[in-house]
């Protein structure tokens, strides 16, 4: 499918883009987030520097998600000392995505009050973990690394370097357009095996490819990668198709079907009355304050409240005849 036939179907915004660089196989996804990013930045209404790293945090979950086969919920967590004292993003399978952050406000701002924004300054020591949950029937698979990087996209590549020896560039780009509305943006490139690439013809033997070949046109990608702009990756001036053409047009690529990404938290009223009933007299009498039990999601800030009378015909209905 050519890259015009990918975005006619699938708009410039809101997507997670999977292609390939020939001849080797690069593997690559692309991320564009509007509508989304912009919602929960919005909701949350976080000091900036907060907003452009959890940004960051939300587009490379996107990004890393694109790479695996799943069904169910892929996450990124970040902990640390810093100002910054945790950062989640995670997203499903079905391209639901949500997000949010802890942090002390005043020390976060006072941090990055020069426009610096960087990992040691905000977030400090600490680390990231990449998590995918598959339900009760699965075991979980995690990859936990210390944050070793000036930035989230240093990170991830220590990350691949350390945990999964893959060899990964990533361009990352977050800000607000000229309308005031948030957007962010994302390159991704992977190399794969030198007997990756394109699968050969019917009846003809995979090519042998020449070595130095193979890490010329790695570091040519990645060149071309860093060349793009915080505009180009995060802009509305430049589609996503003409971007990947200017960059990868001489090499050769190939476009898979774009995903769609939307904004939707998980939770709800169902979720949070089966927590509540599974929860001890006592454990609900620490949670009550002035007659009241107060639960409010940490992703979209929806919100409840349980007085005692309904909180009692709750366990009631849960109690054993």
């Known amino acids: 499918m050519s890259l015009a036939d990918i975005f006619a179907e699938s708009g410039h915004d809101d997507l997670l883009l999977p292609f390939q660089v020939n001849p080797f196989g690069l593997r690559g996804r692309m991320v564009r987030l509007n509508s989304a990013v912009n919602t929960i930045l919005s909701r949350h ?4 520097p907060v907003s452009l790293l959890l940004g960051e945090v939300m ?3 996107v990004c890393l998600a694109g790479a695996l086969k799943y069904e169910g919920v892929f996450s990124l967590q970040i902990k640390g000392d810093g100002p910054i004292r945790s950062m989640v993003a995670d997203i499903t399978s079905e391209g639901h995505l949500r997000g949010y952050a802890a942090f002390d406000a005043e020390a976060a701002t006072a941090a990055a009050e020069d426009g610096e924004v960087t990992v040691p300054r905000l977030i400090g020591g600490g680390y990231i973990a990449f998590t995918v949950d598959q339900g009760e029937d699965t075991e979980r698979y995690q990859g936990i690394v210390p944050l070793s990087g000036h930035t989230l996209a240093e990170c991830t590549h220590a990350y691949f370097r350390q945990s999964e020896q893959l060899e990964t560039g990533l361009n ?8 005031d509305v948030w957007r962010a943006g994302a390159l991704m490139l992977q190399r794969m095996p030198l007997d990756g690439g394109d699968a050969p013809e ?7 490819h020449d070595l130095d070949a193979y890490e010329d046109a790695w570091r040519t990608a990645m ?5 793009a702009s915080a505009d180009e990756l995060a802009g509305t001036r430049v589609a996503p ?5 200017r960059l990868f047009h001489e090499s050769g690529i190939v476009a898979y079907p774009a995903q769609p990404v939307v904004e939707q938290c998980r939770c709800s009223q169902d979720r949070v009355e089966t927590v509540l009933k599974s929860l001890s007299p006592e454990e609900v009498k620490e949670m009550t304050v002035d ?4 639960v409010t999601c940490e992703f979209c800030k929806s919100h409840w409240e349980y007085d005692e009378p309904t909180l009692a015909r709750m366990r009631e ?3 054993p005849n």
Do not use: N, Q
């Open 202 to 208: 019917p009846g003809k033997a995979r090519p042998v």
């Open 241 to 245: 198709d003409r971007l990947l053409f």
């Open 45 to 48: 209404d976080y000091p900036e």
């Open 291 to 294: 007659g009241l039990v107060s």
């Open 223 to 227: 060149v071309m990668l860093s060349s």
């Open 317 to 319: 209905d849960t109690a």
């Open 172 to 179: 990352i780009a977050v800000r607000k357009d000229e309308f």
């Open 59 to 61: 587009t490379i979950a």
